[in-house]
């Protein structure tokens, strides 16, 4: 049996926002999740607001609390950190992209901790190493180490975790 196909008409008039509209969609926006100056602003743009009232509307958002970005950076460390297990060097270019200030970044930094970071770095290597096959040890190991600089893990500390790991097997 099938099912018809949704008819996607390209030529449909996209739905745009009122000023007032925006105002209460984009305060409901941010209150759902933390969110950056350039999230809002995109989403500004998709709804065809533009320019100097997109401005006001985020200077509006921020002086109402709605928009922090040291709170969206420290909230997107502990997130992307503990949830995905990135690591600091990833997480940094991801915020760099979303045009956080190097002091929101540094605030974010704070919210990991050394000894958790390390640790979530042991169990990381821990799992990679027991998933591969690989009989080579130069080719195993090679194949953690980009695993997790992929993660975005600092290349030195994934040296001295893969030291560690073979000192205890």
């Not at 509307?57 to 969206?72: D, P, Q, S």
């Not at 200030?101 to 190493?129: A, F, H, M, R």
């Amino acid at each position: 049996m099938s099912y018809p196909r949704k008819d996607y008409d390209s030529d449909a008039p996209k739905k745009y926002w009122s000023l007032e509209e925006a105002k209460l969609k984009i305060a409901s926006y941010c209150a759902y999740q933390e969110r950056c100056q350039k999230e809002v602003r995109e989403k500004l743009h998709e709804k065809g607001v533009y320019g100097t009232p997109a401005e006001d509307l985020i200077a509006e958002m921020i002086t109402e609390g709605f928009l922090n970005e040291e709170r969206f950076a420290q909230s997107f460390f502990r997130g992307k950190f503990r949830m995905k297990k990135w690591g600091r060097n990833k997480i940094l270019q991801e915020l760099k992209f979303r045009q956080i200030s190097p002091n929101c970044i540094k605030s974010g930094l704070k919210e990991i901790e050394e000894d958790e970071y390390l640790e979530t770095l042991d169990q990381l290597v821990e799992k990679k190493w027991n998933s591969i096959s690989e009989k080579d040890l130069f080719r195993k190991k090679n194949k953690v180490f980009q695993y997790l600089i992929g993660r975005g893990f600092e290349s030195d500390l994934i040296q001295e975790a893969m030291v560690r790991h073979l000192e205890n097997q």
